[in-house]
């Protein structure tokens, strides 16, 4: 069995509870990191530990620590991203509804770590019964000493607040989160400054997603270096990945990183393998934003290698060849997944998730949909394909915020990876678009 450091206990019955959560050995690491510790030295353990952003862009958390300004009277903030709207990504919901505490224990522990003494965890707006777990686990910290004035009699302070989301994906871009936090519209920021300069309110502020944030129990007890012994070069650590789609056993899982994309689809420790009786058509391994990858992409390499669940592994060869980590939204197709219209389905949901400030997204993702919308209709023409692919190039690295990328990765790589299919919903509309139509043509299927 794989090592766990986030869900060993996450099927302890009453684990919600503080009582149960503390007898499992919760809230030792606060004591460890108040009672003993400099918050500059829990930094430094973040920093060894290697741990990446979980949120989708992998930057090293301690590294970004690090960046926090110091000016002297202003307030500095952490805030806790859990709007979890990509998707195929769910593990943050599932962390939060089953093991609150430890969420809760690594906020105390980062807050204290950044010298912020009001940080807020802002969730999912749709996740109205996670938010009350969540103020619950609170209540319960507080009446114990672990929140609120002079923690532990240390004389260190902290309020934690629990937000509501404004209920829009781009509410879950950091620059655009901290606009709805403050009361405005989710609008992202023109960066520079970063939040690390001018955050909320315009004072220093670190945004991390909700698995980065509930590591720190685990490193500051067992200290950074043991993290990072956990996992494969730069890749340090464990994931939680959301897996959905055509598998015998659908969920989230805890890996060590480095463990094979084909033991993570087929063993039974983890998704048990492609539904009986069919076979692996494609993937999206990192949440809807990322590169879509054909069966033989999948669990090789293009040099042949065994491709495995890293950073690195997964995005070997680029965008050719290659995807990315992202948030960890593993999500299978079989033989009879369409690629057309699972293409048009997120594009419509880039569409419509825009906020409309920069054209080539508001503009672009409107007519990669529209586009999408015919081809897959049987009203295609072969003009159109290129016509997307031009779309996407136009957007890509051309907004503020990278929704843009986001909505252009998917459309891109669907017709790098599975033209064929594309031109054959044109050239064969009738066929196309009759009921459970899909393409058998060159298709290579693992
Ligand atoms: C459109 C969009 C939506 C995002 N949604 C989320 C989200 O729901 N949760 C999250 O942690 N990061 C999300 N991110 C990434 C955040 O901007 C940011 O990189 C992350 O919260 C930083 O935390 P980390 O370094 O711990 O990953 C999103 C980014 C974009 C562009």
């Known amino acids: 069995m794989a090592r766990k450091i986030l869900t060993e206990h996450i099927n302890v019955p009453g684990i919600e509870t503080f009582d149960v959560y503390r007898k499992q050995g919760g809230y030792t690491a606060v004591e460890k990191a108040i009672k003993t510790m400099t918050p500059e030295e829990v930094v430094e353990e973040a920093k060894k530990s290697g741990v990446r952003g979980r949120g989708g862009a992998g930057f090293p958390m301690g590294m970004k620590w690090g960046f926090l300004a110091k000016p002297e ?30 969420l809760i224990e690594g906020m105390i522990i980062s807050s204290f770590a950044l010298g912020a003494n009001k940080s807020f965890i802002y969730v999912r707006g749709e996740l109205m019964y996670v938010i009350r777990i969540l103020e619950k686990a609170i209540a319960e910290a507080k009446a114990q000493g672990f929140l609120g004035k002079n923690i532990l009699g240390s004389g260190y302070d902290l309020e934690l607040v629990v937000q509501p989301g404004g209920g829009a994906y781009i509410c879950g871009e950091e620059t655009a989160l901290l606009e709805s936090l403050e009361g405005k519209r989710g609008n992202p920021r023109n960066k ?54 055509h598998i015998q056993k659908p969920g989230v899982y805890e890996i060590e990183l480095g463990v094979s994309v084909d033991e993570f689809l087929n063993s039974d420790e983890y998704c048990g393998g492609i539904r009986k009786g069919h076979y692996l058509k494609a993937l999206v391994a990192g949440g809807s934003s990322v590169p879509i990858l054909p069966a033989n992409l999948i669990t090789k390499t293009a040099a042949g290698e065994d491709r495995l669940m890293t950073y690195e592994s997964l995005s070997d060869g680029g965008f050719a060849t290659g995807t990315m980590l992202g948030s960890g939204g593993f999500i299978v197709f079989d033989e009879t997944a369409c690629i057309v219209r699972n293409t048009w389905n997120f594009s419509r949901f880039y569409h419509h998730e825009s906020c409309g ?90």
């Open 73 to 102: 009277g202003v307030p500095r903030y952490l805030v806790c991203n859990a709007d979890e709207s990509e998707p195929g990504t769910f593990k943050d919901h599932h962390l939060m509804k089953c093991i609150p505490h430890l």
């Open 192 to 245: 520079p400054p970063f939040p690390a300069v001018k955050g909320l309110y315009q004072s220093p502020t670190v945004v991390n997603n909700v698995e980065s944030i509930a590591n720190m129990s685990w490193i500051i007890n067992n200290g950074g270096d043991a993290y990072a012994a956990i996992g494969i070069g730069r890749s340090t650590g464990t994931k939680l990945i959301s897996a959905s789609g």
């Open 357 to 446: 400030q920069c054209s080539p997204c508001r503009e672009g993702t409107g007519w990669m949909e529209k586009v999408l919308h015919r081809i897959e209709h049987g009203h295609g023409s072969m003009h159109d394909i290129d016509l997307l692919v031009d779309i996407s190039k136009k957007i890509e690295g051309n907004t503020i915020c990278p929704l843009g990328d986001a909505a252009a990765w998917p459309v891109a790589s669907a017709i790098r990876h599975f033209r064929d299919e594309f031109v054959w919903h044109i050239t064969h509309p009738q066929e196309a678009t009759a009921p459970g139509a899909v393409y058998m043509g060159e298709m290579v299927l693992g």
